[in-house]
């Protein structure tokens, strides 16, 4: 049996991590089996690229080479964890994906869909997430939540408007694959948007 495949995505700061973590005592305390994992990372090789891609040292990386970066780890990511959990029945639930790709890399970066599609075409047609979670909050708003920043990040130094159109990148997303996507209003409290995630879930049958 194929399990499910569950992604989860928004702006940085969104309230995903508080979601991921509400979601996972959840799926403990009713005993189903699952696997919690992350892009870019999630595995030795693909961690490696991780670093790589997050290291505010390499501020010269071609936009290219980080979007090439960014499937590299995913095909590795797919390999050893992703495919093999949904061989196993397993719920999968992964903390960003190819939404994220085409956010950041294509709209935001600015290259373009057809591209990002291109490069990411493995994981878009063996592995399309069977329903991803969107955060919906604005990078103001995000950022205004957000503690602690790290300035050594590469991508948060990219400015707000950078972010802004990472954020105009997953709406329209959302609203071009209805089916796939879950849109969650961000400035709930964290208890509303878990019991919506939870119920929209639910529906489509991942739970
Ligand atoms: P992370 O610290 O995990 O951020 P967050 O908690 O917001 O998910 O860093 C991941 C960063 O990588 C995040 O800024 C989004 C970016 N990213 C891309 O630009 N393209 C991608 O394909 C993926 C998976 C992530």
Redesign the pocket.
Known sequence: MKGKFITFEGC??CG??TQLKMLSEYLTKANIPHVFT???GGGKISEAIREI??NGKNAEMTDECEALL?AAARAQHLHDKVAPALAEGKLVIC???VD??LA??AYARGLGEEFIRKINAFALEKYLPDATVFIDLTPRDAFQRKHGADENDR?EQAGMAFHERVYEGFSRLASSEKERFIRVDGKQTPDEIFAQVLAALKEKECL
Request: aromatic share 16%.
């Open positions: 940085d700061g995903k991590s992350r892009e870019p891609l997050l960014y903390d960003r994906y994220s790709s950041y890399q991508l």
